[in-house]
C-alpha cells in the first residue's frame, strides 16, 4: 500500500507534491494531534488537582492526628476552611458519622456522601485498600475530585478531601485552541519556508530539464547556476557528460573517417591493379610481382577489417558475463617471443617470464600481448624486455619518449603514433585489458617506454 501511494505521489509535480505532504500533515493534526491534546490538557488538569488535594490532605493530617486523639475528631470545628478551594471532612465507617471541616452545608455534605464517597470507600474496604483517589461527574456535569485516606490512629477513620474542577471547559476548549492555532502557525511557517526552498529546486531544474532537451536535439545551451549542493553535482555531472559526449562524438567522426581512409587505399590499389592486369596490363614488372602487391593490400584490408570487428565483438562481450578462466599469461608470451624474434634479428628480446596467472580467454590475452609486443617492435631500437612476474606484466622497448599528450590518448581508437602510424591495435588491448579487471599504463622511464599490465586489487567477481 505504501509502495502504490509513494509511487502516485511521483507523478506529481514538486509543488503539488508538497502540497500534499502539508495537507495530509494539516489531517494528521486534526484527527490525531487535537484530540491528543485535548486529552493531554484534562490529564494534566486531573493530575494537578489531584496533587493539590493530596498536598493539602497531607499537611491536615500531619497537623492534627500528632495533636488532637482520635476521640476528639468529631469536634474539630476550629479549622476555618472557607478560603480553602480543597474541602475536608472525617468519615467514621463504623459509626456512620462524619465531621465537615470546611463549613460545607450539612445537606450537601450527606448528598455526597451517600451517592459519591461511599460507593468509592466501599470499593477501598473490599479491596483493602489505604488510600484512593477518585473522579465523578455530578448531575450538573460539574466534575468533582477527591482523595479518601485511612487515619493512621484510627482504622474505622478516613479522611475525605475533595475539590470541585473550577476550569470551564470553555476555558480548556481555549487553551485547546491556542495550542492548535500554534501548531497550524508553525506548520504554515514551515510550508512557506518549503515553498521557497522548493522554488530554488525547481528553477535549476527546469534549466538542467532544458539543458538536456538541448543535447538531445544537438542545440547548445549555457548551463550556469552556481550551487554546492548535490544538484550543483549534477549540474557540474552533465556538463562533464556533455564534454565526453562532444569527445566521443569527436572520436567517431575520426574513427569513421580513418577506417574509411585506412580502407581507401588498398580498395583502391586492388581495383586499378585488377584492372590492369584484366587488360595484361602489369603494373609492378610482371604478373606474379602484380598479383603479390594485389594479395598484400587485401592481406592489409583483411586485417583492418578483423581490427574493426574484433574490436565491436570487445565492446559487446564487455556489456555480458565475460569468462573467467585462469590462464597461464607466461606461456602465452614466451610462445609469441618465439615468433617475433626471428623477425628482426637487430633487436635482441630479453625475457623473465614467470607462470603468471590472469582471468579470461586465451584467444584474447594472446591478441593484447601480441598487439603490445608488435608496437614494441615497431619503435624499438636494440632491445625489447618482457618480465612476467607477481601479477604484473610488463613489456618495455628502447625507442623514443612518447609525449605527454599521447600518453593520455593512445589507448583511443586511431590515435597516431611518433611515426605517423595509427590504428585499432592499443584500443584492443585496452578494451581486453580493462574488460578482465585489470589497469594498464604506458611510462617513459630511463632509456625506453614501459607498458604495465597490473590485477587490480580487489577482484570483482560475478554471482
Not at 502504490?4 to 502540497?19: A, P
Not at 470507600?121 to 465523578?136: R, W
Amino acid at each position: 500500500m505504501l509502495k502504490k501511494i509513494t509511487k502516485d505521489t511521483k507523478k506529481f509535480s514538486l509543488t503539488n507534491q508538497l502540497l500534499l505532504i502539508l495537507l495530509a500533515i494539516a489531517a494528521c493534526i486534526f484527527i490525531i494531534v487535537v484530540p491528543f491534546i485535548e486529552t493531554n490538557v484534562q490529564s494534566i488538569v486531573d493530575k494537578q488537582l489531584f496533587t493539590s488535594i493530596i498536598d493539602q490532605q497531607s499537611l491536615l493530617i500531619a497537623s492534627s492526628e500528632g495533636e488532637i486523639d482520635s476521640d476528639e475528631y468529631f469536634n474539630m470545628a476550629a479549622f476555618d476552611g472557607d478560603n480553602l478551594k480543597v474541602r475536608h471532612f472525617i468519615y467514621n465507617v463504623r459509626k456512620n458519622v462524619a465531621s465537615d471541616l470546611s463549613y460545607f452545608s450539612r445537606e450537601t455534605l450527606q448528598s455526597l456522601q451517600l451517592y459519591i464517597f461511599n460507593p468509592c470507600l466501599a470499593e477501598m474496604l473490599a479491596n483493602d485498600m489505604t488510600s484512593g483517589k477518585f473522579s465523578q461527574t455530578l448531575p450538573n456535569d460539574e466534575k468533582i475530585y477527591f482523595v479518601i485516606t485511612q487515619s493512621n490512629l484510627n482504622k474505622d477513620v478516613y479522611w475525605i478531601s475533595f475539590a470541585y474542577n473550577d476550569i470551564s471547559s470553555d476555558l480548556l476548549g481555549n487553551i485547546r485552541n491556542e495550542l492548535v492555532n500554534v501548531l497550524y502557525g508553525v506548520i504554515i511557517f514551515i510550508a512557506f519556508v518549503l515553498v521557497l526552498w522548493i522554488y530554488t529546486m525547481i528553477k535549476p531544474l527546469h534549466q538542467i530539464q532544458n539543458y538536456i532537451r538541448a543535447i538531445k536535439q544537438g542545440e547548445k545551451f549555457n548551463l550556469n547556476f552556481s550551487r554546492k549542493d548535490e544538484i550543483g553535482e549534477v549540474g557540474e555531472a552533465l556538463k562533464e557528460m556533455e564534454a565526453e559526449l562532444d569527445r566521443q562524438n569527436k572520436l567517431q567522426s575520426d574513427l569513421i573517417h580513418n577506417i574509411s581512409h585506412d580502407l581507401k587505399t588498398p580498395i583502391a590499389i586492388i581495383r586499378s591493379y585488377s584492372e590492369c592486369m584484366k587488360d595484361d596490363v602489369y603494373p609492378y614488372g610482371d604478373k606474379n610481382s602484380s598479383l603479390d602487391i594485389v594479395i598484400e593490400n587485401a592481406d592489409r584490408l583483411e586485417k583492418k577489417v578483423k581490427d574493426f570487428l574484433y574490436l565491436n565483438r570487445l565492446d559487446y562481450l564487455e556489456e555480458k558475463d565475460v569468462c573467467l578462466e585462469e590462464i597461464n599469461v607466461g606461456e602465452i608470451a614466451s610462445k609469441l617471443v618465439n615468433e617475433l624474434r626471428p623477425l628482426n634479428e637487430k633487436i635482441e628480446f630479453i625475457t623473465d617470464i614467470s607462470d603468471v596467472v590472469f582471468v579470461g580467454e586465451q584467444e584474447h590475452w594472446h591478441s593484447a600481448l601480441m598487439n603490445i609486443l608488435d608496437n614494441a617492435l615497431r619503435y624499438a631500437n636494440k632491445v625489447i624486455k618482457v618480465t612476467l612476474k607477481d601479477d604484473m606484466i610488463q613489456i618495455f622497448n628502447d625507442g623514443s619518449y612518447i609525449d605527454e599528450d599521447l600518453k593520455v590518448e593512445i589507448f583511443e581508437p586511431y590515435t597516431k603514433g611518433p611515426k605517423g602510424n595509427y590504428g585499432l591495435g592499443m584500443s584492443i588491448v585496452y578494451k581486453i585489458v580493462t574488460m578482465y579487471h585489470c589497469d594498464i599504463s604506458v611510462d617513459n622511464v630511463e632509456q625506453g617506454v614501459v607498458f604495465t599490465i597490473k590485477k587490480k586489487v580487489s577482484k570483482p567477481h560475478r554471482e
